[in-house]
């Protein structure tokens, strides 16, 4: 798994040298001070909740899965008048881990071998160093995911928002012109 420079305000490492036969349930509820770090990370609002319930098994020979869902109520800012946005985030979580030096995870590198990418398909296995991954930061991952880039307060629209009309109007006469079409 790659590191990032600086800790998920979520990090939670699971062991995996030794997973349960079962595996390794964990769940990960951000406190007050958690879900603040997640909002100015993430140019939210607020974060009013964040829950991500995992389940860390696990994967063929010496990989591991981690599956679950990661929930969250967020607060952002509306694109148009900036006016609070509330929603809620309900986002299942999917990854397989190999080890670093893993030869399944070498696999159609070496020798030339061909590799196909499914866009729709699942994600190539990432790979993970020492004994534990952070399931908190994965779970981080998806909930950043899910989040929308534009959130827009029902009714706002570029029109409703003023002087910004008339620019949007030259650009689309400017855009007609530059097509041929009158």
Aim: glycine share 8%; charged share 25%.
């Amino acid at each position: 798994m790659k590191h990032a420079e600086t800790q998920s305000p979520v990090s939670f490492l699971a062991n995996v040298a030794r997973l349960p036969q079962k595996g390794l349930p964990v769940v990960v509820e951000a406190d007050a001070r958690q879900r603040a770090a997640l909002a100015a990370e993430h140019d939210l609002l607020s974060v009013e909740s964040y829950r991500a319930e995992l389940h860390v098994a696990s994967w063929k020979r010496n990989g591991v899965k981690v599956s679950g869902r990661v929930e969250a109520d967020i607060t952002q800012a509306c694109i148009v008048t900036l006016d609070p946005v509330a929603a809620h985030i309900d986002e299942p979580v999917e990854a397989l881990f190999l080890p670093e030096h893993s030869k399944l995870g070498r696999e159609g590198f070496e020798g030339g071998g061909e590799i196909v990418l499914d866009a729709d398909g699942p994600d190539s296995p990432e790979t993970f160093s020492g004994d534990t991954i952070d399931v908190g930061a994965l779970a981080e991952q998806f909930f950043v995911l899910a989040i929308d880039p534009y959130p827009r307060k029902p009714g706002a629209s570029i029109e409703a928002a003023g002087d910004d009309q008339l620019e949007e109007s030259e650009f689309q006469k400017k855009l007609r012109s530059l097509l041929g079409k009158s």
